[in-house]
């Protein structure tokens, strides 16, 4: 499972001196996997304290970039502890859940995912 901590990276100053910048994936590091590929869908969720973000697949590259809470990341059988300012890679086709670690916080996420011109499985 590709976990990735922003307490990990060192910031790079760019844009002149002006802007402190994380980088979680290099450029170009996910070229191979998603050429000929577009950004299918990009959105923001929540899952409440005790509940499941149910477990499904999709033929997208998904990440999960924690903005803030705990949870325990599961991708193709794999559990994970994940908190805020992790960015979790999931690879097309995996089934994977989320779901947070206590009954009564939730953990809040921001998804970019991006669709392979390769041939996929469908969705379950």
């Not at 997208?60 to 924690?66: A, L, R, S």
Request: proline share 10%.
């Amino acid at each position: 499972m590709d976990v990735r901590s922003i307490e990990a990276k060192a910031p790079v100053v760019e844009h002149n001196g002006t802007v402190p910048v994380w980088w979680m994936i290099e450029s170009r590091e996910f070229k191979d996997i998603t050429d000929g590929g577009f950004l299918e869908l990009v959105n923001e969720f929540e899952v409440p304290g005790g509940g499941l973000v149910d477990p499904h697949s999709h033929p997208t590259h998904e990440f999960y970039y924690v903005m803030n809470g705990k949870g325990i990341m599961t991708i193709d059988g794999e559990d994970r502890p994940i908190s805020q300012g992790d960015l979790v890679y999931i690879p097309p086709d995996k089934v994977h859940s989320l779901r947070p670690i206590s009954a009564h916080a939730p953990i809040h996420c921001w998804r970019p995912g991006t669709r392979s011109s390769r041939p996929t499985t469908t969705c379950l």
